[in-house]
C-alpha cells in the first residue's frame, strides 16, 4: 500500500514545490493564470472588442471545464478602451501594475496597440493576438509582441491582386481613418499598386471615432475610381456605403478583416450585398458555397468544405452553440477563439511552472503549432500565420469565399 501510494505523493510534492517555486512569477498562483484585455467595449467598434472576447473567453472556458492548465484555470480580466490610444495605455498600466496579470491578449485596433506596447514591452509582458495586421507590430523590436493573423500588407496585396487581375480593374481609390491605422491601409495599398506600376486615383478620409465620411466621400466620388479599398471601423464603413449608394456613386467596395464582417452586415443590411472582405481565419459560418469570377461576375462553384471542416472551426461552432446559443459564428469571435487556443497550447509546453520567458521563448523555435488544422509557424518573425481569404456577401447577406478556380472552391491561401 505504502509503494503505491509513494509515487503519486512524490508527484504532487513536485507539482506544488514547481507552484511554489513561480509563485512570485505575475499572474500567475497556484489555482489560476490571469490575463488582461484592453479593447473597445464601447463606441463605434464596440463589437469586435465584445466579439474578441467572447471567443478567448470561450477557449479559457473550455480549458477550465477539463481542469485549466496543468490545475490552474485561466481568467481574464478586459478594460475599455473605447478604441482610444490615451484609454489603452492607463488601461494597460492598470492591468500590469494593479491586476497583475500574466499577459495581454485581445487588443484592438492599431493606434490603441502602438501606445500599449511599448508600456507592456517595457515591463517584459507578452503581448498577445492583437486584433490589427499593423506592420509595426511585425517588428522584432517589440520581442513581447506574438501576433496571430496575417499583416494589412497581406491584405491589401490581396485586393488589389483581385481587382487588377481577376476584375481588370486599376482605377483604385482608398477611403481611410485619419491615424495610424488608416496609414498603415492606405501605405499597403500604395505599395501593392506601386509593385504593379501604378497609382492611387484619388483618397478620402475621416477621423477615428466619428461617422463624419460625407468629405471623404465626396472626395473619392470627384475621382472616378472603379474600386474603393475602405480602411476602417464598421459604423463608418457602413455609413460611406450606404451614403455612396444614395447618390450613385457604385463602385466596387473592398474592407480589410478590421471592419468586423457580421457587425458590418449588421449596420448595412441589404445595402451589405456585393462588398468583398479580406479575412484572416477561415470562414466560420459553415459550409456555404464558394464563388469563382468569370468576365467579372460571380458564379457559384458548390460547397466551400475545407476550411469549414477544420475541426477547430467545427469546435468553436458547436462551442458557440453551447455557451452562446443567440449568437452567430462570426470572424472575429473565432478569432478570438484561435488567440485563446494558442494560449492553451503555448502555457501546456511550459509545463507546470509557467513564466513569461518561456511563453515569448515560443517564438524563437522554428515549429507548427497546429490548432486543430489551423496551424501557426512562429520563429522566422512573431506572426503565427500568413493566411488571406477573400469573401464577399450575398444577395442573403452571408459571407462567401471567393476562389480564382474552379478547382480551388475548397482551399484557403
Known amino acids: 500500500m505504502q509503494r503505491a501510494i509513494l509515487p503519486r505523493l512524490c508527484a504532487a510534492v513536485l507539482v ?109 509582458v507578452p503581448y498577445i493576438a492583437p486584433f490589427t495586421g499593423a506592420a509595426f507590430l511585425r517588428d522584432r523590436q517589440w520581442s513581447n509582441v506574438i501576433n496571430l493573423r496575417a499583416s494589412y500588407y497581406q491584405e491589401t496585396e490581396k485586393i488589389v491582386d483581385f481587382l487588377t487581375t481577376s476584375l481588370g480593374i486599376d482605377r483604385i481609390g482608398v477611403f481611410y ?85 457580421n457587425a458590418l452586415i449588421e449596420e448595412l443590411g441589404p445595402a451589405s450585398s456585393g462588398i468583398f472582405v479580406t479575412q484572416v481565419v477561415p470562414p466560420p459560418h459553415g459550409n456555404e458555397s464558394a464563388v469563382i469570377i468569370e468576365d467579372g461576375l460571380l458564379h457559384s462553384v458548390g460547397a466551400d468544405t475545407t476550411d469549414t471542416s477544420l475541426p477547430i472551426v467545427e469546435h468553436y461552432r458547436q462551442l458557440l452553440a453551447r455557451m452562446y446559443p443567440q449568437t452567430p459564428p462570426g470572424f472575429v469571435s473565432l478569432e478570438g477563439y484561435l488567440a485563446g487556443r494558442l494560449v492553451v497550447s503555448i502555457l501546456e509546453s511550459c509545463g507546470v511552472s509557467p513564466d513569461r520567458a518561456c511563453f515569448l521563448e515560443t517564438m524563437t523555435y522554428h515549429h507548427v503549432i497546429d490548432l486543430g488544422g489551423f496551424s501557426v509557424r512562429f520563429g522566422y518573425d512573431n506572426q503565427g500565420s500568413d493566411a488571406v481569404y477573400l469573401t464577399v456577401v450575398d444577395d442573403q447577406g452571408r459571407y462567401r469565399k471567393v476562389v480564382e478556380t474552379a478547382g480551388d472552391a475548397g482551399g484557403g491561401e
Do not use: C
Open 177 to 261: 481613418q485619419d491615424d495610424s491605422f488608416g496609414q498603415a491601409g492606405l501605405r499597403g495599398v500604395q505599395i501593392a499598386l506601386e509593385r504593379r506600376g501604378l497609382q492611387m486615383v484619388g483618397t478620402g478620409v475621416y477621423p477615428r471615432n466619428t461617422r463624419a465620411v460625407k468629405t471623404g466621400l465626396l472626395d473619392l466620388r470627384s475621382a472616378n475610381p472603379d474600386a474603393v479599398v475602405l480602411i476602417g471601423a464598421y459604423q463608418p464603413v457602413a455609413r460611406f456605403i450606404a451614403w455612396a449608394k444614395q447618390i450613385g456613386f457604385e463602385p466596387h467596395f473592398m474592407t480589410i478583416s478590421f471592419v468586423g464582417s
Open 16 to 124: 506544488l514545490a514547481a507552484n511554489l517555486a513561480h509563485a512570485d512569477e505575475a499572474g500567475v498562483d497556484n489555482d489560476s493564470v490571469t490575463f488582461g484585455q484592453s479593447a473597445a467595449f464601447s463606441g463605434p467598434a464596440q463589437d469586435l472588442g465584445i466579439e474578441m472576447r467572447r471567443g478567448i473567453e470561450m477557449a479559457f472556458a473550455e480549458a477550465n471545464e477539463t481542469g485549466g492548465v496543468f490545475g490552474r484555470a485561466l481568467e481574464l480580466v478586459s478594460l475599455d478602451d473605447a478604441y482610444e490610444p490615451e484609454a489603452a495605455i492607463a488601461n494597460t498600466m492598470e492591468l500590469i501594475t494593479e491586476e497583475n496579470v500574466f499577459a495581454l491578449i485581445g487588443a484592438v485596433g492599431t493606434p490603441t496597440s502602438r501606445s500599449a506596447v511599448p508600456v507592456a514591452h517595457a515591463e517584459d
